[in-house]
């Protein structure tokens, strides 16, 4: 055999095993997201979560029997939002699209222009007393519609608790599905947002708003 030969062959090797390697990689792969998802399916984990495509990035979105209860924007370190999870919640934690397939499609339905109001069970587990009076108050403000802090927290029955209200909204752990977007100073000035005051913008003239 010629030393071309030789080489040719020793390539064709190479490449097979390469293409052996990731079959093997893509089968395992799908082999334990299946089982994730039969996991999910018989309630043996109580948190599921997946990332999920938006204008911004990938967002990480988890979910219990009760709810939608995080969605992290890109920029979040996702590890560190799982371990949270896992210490307020339950380790007991497992990657699965398929139980947060309802979430993805609304979410896609909002940011396509398509959808004005989101209809998701939501979890408060990570959210104290007053954030979810706060939050509740933010997720009755209609598409397209804003309120100021100090209106939010008369809405949540603390009149004169607008820092506090703003402290809730920045914490907000589901923002976009619960609209702390559509919460601005008095005067119209956008205020605060955990996920930056672009996006803010971007979402209130998404729904047509300021």
Known sequence: ??????????????????????????????????LNERIAA??????????????????????????????????????????????????RIVEAPGPLDSIRRQLEEYFAGRRRRFELPLDWTLVGPFGRRVLRAASAIPYGGVLSYTQVAAEAGSPRGSRAAGNALGSNPIPIVVPCHRVLRGGGALGGYAGGLERKRWLLELEGGP
């Open 1 to 34: 055999m010629s030393r071309q030969a030789t080489t040719d062959n020793r390539e064709s090797i190479e490449v097979a095993l390469r293409r052996s390697r990731d079959h093997a990689a893509s089968d395992a792969a799908g082999a334990a997201q299946r």
């Open 42 to 91: 018989e309630g043996l984990a109580d948190v599921s979560y997946a990332s999920l495509d938006s204008p911004f990035g990938k967002l990480t979105v988890a979910a219990t029997d009760r709810g939608l209860v995080r969605l992290a924007f890109p920029e979040e370190d996702r590890d560190a939002v799982l371990e949270r999870l896992a210490a307020r919640i339950s380790p």
